[in-house]
């Protein structure tokens, strides 16, 4: 039976339509890349599709590279008639697409921008796209706009039908003859209503020109289980060890004992050298921190690098400032990048990954296998597995965009836990957990349950330590004053940042993207007493200290014997994904920020909330990153499980009130982790939409690599669980350099002026508590 043809045209938005069509039509549509020429012949002679969706995306609908297959799929560049043996639905693009290639005219609208911007919409009743769907958004038809060109003519060959209250856009047509139809915003968007609705008409007026039918039933997936450039699926291997665990829990929460006295005490001390802690500073958004560090025979120190930036060698569009690579990603991944493992008997090995270092931790994840039964008798998802760092520029390895800048860091750095401690906030109990491989035998079982025995000791031993707070003499410091005390500088001045966003926002009125998550870092070079790894741990308890976060981090590597190590800190609002024994999946992006007003919880302090959820830039800021990840979540998920249980909701930390939203869905069976965060990374909520050509023009503004930040930290459990963060509010450091990056999303709304302010605000809170550890030294 023919089924439905859905264009990707690289936007971020098409896999959520996609689910939308599945879910009614009862079969998965076919999905192709809008380059993809030979595909679409090859389903057109096999008469496999019998009507056509054009999807979303940026650029210009007289681009005949913006519109790749769609050219022919619409008539043809001269409207020669080829193509009428098929039903069209346009969305957004694919709208201006049927408008402009029909003798319409489809230019920059006249009143401007719209992204992420929630509008009623009132219809002439006279079309079957809208049947069932009342009119007006007092009536409760309201709908997704995301488009920066828009209709003011459309031509001979179409009508309108729908128009937008706000500003008398053209938000529908339809052709006066044959089964085709365009709108002007997205019907899958979180905040259109009917968008289904309007998805099942189509298909009832496609059964009505003989276009063909529905099936019946849903597919819980979509087309090809490929999620990656890297192939197919892999079958699951054969377990090849089983993974035991074995525990002890000790009280401290009775004796005055804090999560920071125990990792302090049994792993960050001396040195301070490879150990871990995911530390939910902030207890009362989080229930569990996780903390290590070298550990028995299976424990392991993997740090990865990239090899160079590939030079692009395709053609490219866009002007002097902001450009990118016409078409999909195709420009070539980097060359196999280099992994150096050390064990826990200082045996070092380094080799040349063919296959990616994520491929890496993918099999390394599926050789093992947790038992079951000690897994239950622990109320936490880490079983043992990998904690660590995914840097921004892994981005190569995933269904991403390659990477133009090489970072001077490890690009992934993980240890391998066998030993740890997981804190409940809770109950304030210390688990105590030690894993052996099965087949080691009696001797290393013995080995973990010693462990376990001299670290609960170590702890019932432990004294309250009182954390006394450094003084607040920068607490009124200006971003100048606070830069000038400490050394940094910015990697783009103030007015270079300005220029950028400037840029970002052409880019937007052209059509070519609808959210730019610019960024900026600050950089210094130079010895001072706080460079000492006591100095790196006391700023590290100011900051948890003064900047308490949910999904907050300390990562100390020992990269290499003859330089100084790498220690992360981290103080995140924000989880990017995690991932549930079960399959669950839960995405809680941040988009919106204001500082909070002093008293805290006063009147001045709530109108400052109130404010943020009611601020329309901040909102469509959210909406749109809300509305990436749930496309980038439907591609590794059930057909019909991706949710938002909470869409912009105030949260408020010690420094900010942030908007944040929550997404779930429920992960499908034939996708390993490893695919999830494949199909994801990097989180959206540090690149724009849609992600492939934001990227692009992202490359072309910053001049120099995220590294850490932007990343992701958390870890990846044996029992195929897993929890990342987004790293923000982070300090990287290593021998006399560190790094702090900062930004903010860019949209239309935007303010230049605002915009820098914004990074100057979230970049102080840190910058203070470096100049408060520094001068106490």
């Not at 060698?313 to 050390?342: M, N, Q, Y």
Request: proline share 4%.
């Amino acid at each position: 039976m023919p089924r439905t043809l859905l264009i990707d045209n690289y936007d971020s938005y098409v896999d959520v339509l996609a689910h939308v069509i599945a879910g009614v039509e009862g079969v998965a549509p076919i999905v192709v890349k809008n380059d993809d020429f030979a595909g679409v012949e090859a389903l057109r002679n096999a008469r496999a599709f019998s009507r056509v969706v054009i999807g979303p995306g940026p650029g210009t609908p007289t681009k005949d590279e913006d519109l790749g297959v769609s050219v022919e799929l619409l008539g043809g560049e001269n409207g020669d008639g080829k193509g009428c043996e098929w039903a069209i639905l346009g969305v957004c693009l694919g709208h201006q697409a049927l408008v402009a290639r029909s003798g319409g005219t489809c230019v920059k609208n006249p009143k401007g921008p719209a992204h992420g911007r929630v509008v009623g919409v009132k219809h002439d009743f006279k079309c079957i796209l809208f049947d069932g769907v009342p009119s007006g958004g007092e009536n409760g038809f309201v709908v997704t706009r995301y488009h920066s060109l828009a209709t003011t003519a459309c031509g001979a060959e179409f009508v309108e039908r729908a128009w937008a209250e706000d500003d008398g856009t053209v938000m529908a047509i339809e052709h006066v003859e044959l089964p085709r139809f365009g709108v002007q915003f997205h019907p899958e968007s979180v905040c259109t209503a009917f968008g289904e609705v309007m998805i099942r008409n189509f298909l009832r007026a496609c059964e009505n020109a003989g276009f063909g039918n529905a099936a019946l039933g849903v597919p819980r997936a979509l087309g090809d289980a490929d999620v990656s450039d890297e192939g197919a699926m892999r079958a699951v291997p054969v377990t090849t060890s089983t993974v035991r665990l074995v525990h002890d829990v000790v009280n401290v929460r009775e004796r005055g004992v804090s999560s920071e006295d125990v990792f302090w005490s049994v792993f960050g001390g001396d040195d301070g050298t490879d150990c871990f802690w995911l530390d939910t500073a902030d207890e009362s958004k989080g229930r569990f921190s996780f903390m290590g560090g070298r550990g028995g025979k299976m424990w392991r120190r993997a740090t990865f690098k990239l090899a160079h930036a590939p030079e692009c060698r395709d053609h490219t569009a866009g002007d002097e400032k902001v450009r990118w690579r016409v078409g999909g990603v195709s420009c070539a991944r980097r060359a196999p990048g280099t992994l150096t493992i050390e064990d826990a008997s200082g045996t070092k090995t380094t080799s040349t990954l063919e296959r990616g270092f994520v491929q890496w931790l993918d099999d390394e994840l599926r050789r093992r296998d947790v038992s079951k039964a000690d897994a239950s008798a622990l109320p936490f998802d880490l079983h043992g597995g990998f904690v660590g760092y995914l840097g921004y520029e892994m981005r190569d390895e995933c269904d991403s965009l390659p990477p133009t800048k090489d970072s001077p860091l490890p690009d992934a750095a993980m240890f391998l836990t066998d030993r740890f401690i997981a804190f409940d906030h809770l109950t304030g109990d210390a688990y105590i957990v030690g894993l052996y491989d099965e087949s080691d035998g009696e001797g290393e079982r013995l080995d973990a349950e010693a462990w376990i025995v001299l670290k609960k000791s170590s702890i019932e031993s432990l004294e309250p330590t009182s954390v006394r707070a450094m003084s607040d003499a920068f607490a009124s410091a200006s971003s100048a004053e606070l830069l000038e005390k400490t050394g940094f500088s910015w990697r783009r001045t103030r007015d270079e940042y300005i220029s950028d966003i400037e840029a970002s926002q052409e880019a937007i009125v052209n059509g070519d993207t609808y959210e730019v998550c610019l960024t900026n870092m600050l950089h210094r070079s130079r010895s001072t007493p706080g460079d000492r790894a006591d100095a790196l741990r006391e700023l590290y308890s100011e900051l948890r200290r003064s900047n308490a976060a949910p999904y907050a981090s300390y990562l100390s590597f020992t990269i290499d014997e003859n330089s100084p190590p790498l220690t992360v800190l981290c103080c995140s609002p924000e989880r990017f994904l995690r991932h549930t024994q079960d399959g669950a999946l839960e995405a809680k992006p941040i988009k919106g920020t204001t500082a909070r007003a002093h008293p805290l919880g006063g009147d001045a302090d709530r109108a400052a909330a109130t404010w943020l959820e009611n601020n329309a830039k901040d909102r469509a800021e959210n909406l749109m990153i809300v509305d990436l990840l749930r496309n980038d979540l439907a591609r590794v998920s059930d057909v019909g499980s991706v949710e938002v249980p909470g869409l912009m909701k105030i949260e408020s930390y010690a420094t900010v009130h942030q908007l944040v939203s929550t997404v779930r869905s429920r992960r499908r069976s034939d996708v390993s982790q490893m695919d999830v965060v494949r199909s994801t990374y990097p989180g959206g909520s540090m690149t724009g939409a849609p992600k492939i050509r934001t990227m692009e023009i992202i490359d072309a503004l910053e001049t120099g690599p995220r590294m850490v930040y932007s990343g992701s930290i958390g870890f990846f459990s044996f029992s195929s669980a897993f929890d990342l963060n987004i790293v923000i509010r982070s300090v990287v450091a290593r021998g006399d350099d560190r790094w702090i990056g900062a930004g903010g999303a860019i949209t239309i709304l935007s303010d230049p002026e605002e915009e820098w302010r914004e990074i100057e605000l979230k970049s102080a809170a840190l910058l203070r508590a470096v100049a408060r550890v520094e001068t106490k030294h």
